[in-house]
């Protein structure tokens, strides 16, 4: 999971970001922050997951190609931006000064108070009547929902379904910063955690037309595909006379070999085949290998 806080001008400095670390509770997920555009990493698209916490995302969103888009507060214009070609999008969505927020699904009956981060600011919200009329925009209102008390056409979150430009994903919006979640004080961050992993097998649902393999295995393939892909690409490095195509050869060879001194950090690789963390990123390395030998061909 990528989660992105890219600060602009609008940013105030009295803002904190979310507290990610309540994110320690879900072992299986890999959780990478970025704080600025220039730290955002070249395959952002390939993540399952994509939170942007703010507004600014440099990236074009129509690129991606997971599972999951989630937008807290502002960054729902960065949403509209990327897939629409509208900054502002205000037909679809406003700031709004929450007084109760209302939880329909999942969070049955439960009402909170919002806690803004800027208590003299608003948040954002949907016109559901507007939103719900978007035709690349499927809303599963069964699955999230929750509005303003005061004013229950105001989307506060949702859960929509992408279909757009050839993207096919999902979309969280949580407009308030703070939108608590009823079992815990914590903040947004725990919201965003536990929507996920609730709905991860609507998301990514499991395979049932193809033989089950145990989780180690499957990692233990990935280090063999690396090991003989990397001896291949080093050799078509050497041998080969083109400067553009041994550069591009390179950059993919370096990006793969730091995928695998990542996985390497937890350990020997075949003591720890059961490490969900090893496994992504020996399946990372696998992709870049598989990609520069792509060159080739």
Known sequence: ML?????DFQDMPAGSPP?????SRYPNMEIVEVSSASALPPDWNEYDVLVLADCGFPENLSEFK???IVTIDSSVS???????GNNQAYNLWSYYRYTIVKWIKPYSGYEQVN?????????????????DSVSWLAPRYDLVN?????SPDRVAAA????????????????GPYDIFNPQTSSRQSYLVGDLITRYSNLIWPPKTKTPSIQFSTLTFMYYRHYLILNETLT????STTNPGLRENLTEKLELAHEEYKTALRYGPILRNLSNIHVFIHLRKAVIYLREALSFLS
């Open 235 to 238: 050799n078509a490095i050497e």
């Open 115 to 131: 806690s803004t981060r800027f208590p003299t600011y608003n948040d954002a919200a949907l016109y559901k009547v507007a939103v």
């Open 159 to 174: 859960l929509y379904q992408v279909n757009l430009k050839g993207s096919h994903f999902y979309w969280l919006f949580l």
């Open 3 to 7: 989660i992105t806080e890219i600060p």
């Open 19 to 23: 507290n990610m670390t309540i994110f």
């Open 66 to 68: 997971g599972g999951l």
């Open 78 to 84: 960065t949403f509209f931006y990327w897939l629409t």
């Open 146 to 150: 929750a509005v303003a008390n005061d």
